[in-house]
């Protein structure tokens, strides 16, 4: 069982919340973890490079002189790829890289990324975070009193909250996602979690469930 401590706005210590890592995740699988990041990466690939081979390329397909008596290398169609203009070799087609691991590896990765957080003490949890409307500079003023000033952090709310996402987005390495959006990529890429305590038994829950 680890003990964390509970911030307010302030930064001051209101309390403590109790978890268990192993609760979320009996062990964490480093190679699991690997495969369903570089799932998520490939994902965003675009796919979108094309070169044109030589059957793409304008130009005739006639060939060019003789084989024999010019004096010149034997040559074949002006689309070669040794000649200026001519086709690649090897040309890239437009394609989708996205494929798609189980759902429960998926899962059990993100587990894995939460106890890995809660292990390595790079998550921090504030009893309430909220504002009536969009904030930045409170918001900037709540991760400088946390100690998160200039860290790339991670902002997990129990539900969508727009204020607290319009009030965060111009922070520079700052990012806000509803517990339901977490995935092992988005967990593991900043270097600090910030949890509301609401999120935190939602997180708490769906392990359990």
């Known amino acids: 069982m680890t003990t964390l401590p509970v911030f307010d706005r ?20 480093k190679q699991l973890l ?31 002189y003789r084989q024999k008596g010019t004096g010149n290398a034997r040559a074949g169609s002006r689309r070669s790829n040794i000649r200026v203009g001519g086709g690649r070799a090897f040309a890239k087609q437009a394609r989708d890289y996205s494929y ?14 939460l106890a890995s957080k809660i292990v390595d003490q790079q ?3 504030i009893d309430d975070l909220s504002f009536p409307q ?3 500079g409170e918001m900037a003023a709540i991760l ?7 860290l790339s952090t991670l902002v997990a709310t129990a539900a969508l909250d727009v204020n607290v996402f319009k009030s965060a987005r111009n ?10 959006d977490l995935n092992a990529l988005s967990v593991l890429s900043p270097r600090r979690l910030l949890v509301t305590k609401a999120a935190l038994d939602s997180i708490k829950e769906k392990s359990v469930a």
Not at 100 to 113: C, D, F, N, V, Y
Not at 144 to 150: D, E, P, S, V, Y
Not at 171 to 177: L, W
């Open 10 to 29: 302030t930064g001051a210590e209101v309390g403590t919340y109790e978890i268990d890592p192993a609760a979320l995740s009996p062990r964490i699988n």
């Open 34 to 64: 690997h495969d369903v990041i570089v799932m998520y990466q490939t994902n965003r690939r675009q796919g979108s490079a094309h070169t044109k081979s030589r059957g793409q390329v304008a130009g005739s397909t006639r060939k060019m």
């Open 100 to 113: 798609r691991l189980p759902r429960k590896a998926i899962r059990a990765a993100t587990r894995m990324a």
């Open 123 to 125: 998550l921090v949890v």
């Open 134 to 136: 969009p904030a930045t």
């Open 144 to 150: 400088q009193a946390l100690g998160l000033g200039g």
């Open 171 to 180: 922070i520079p390495g700052v990012t806000v996602a509803p517990v339901s």
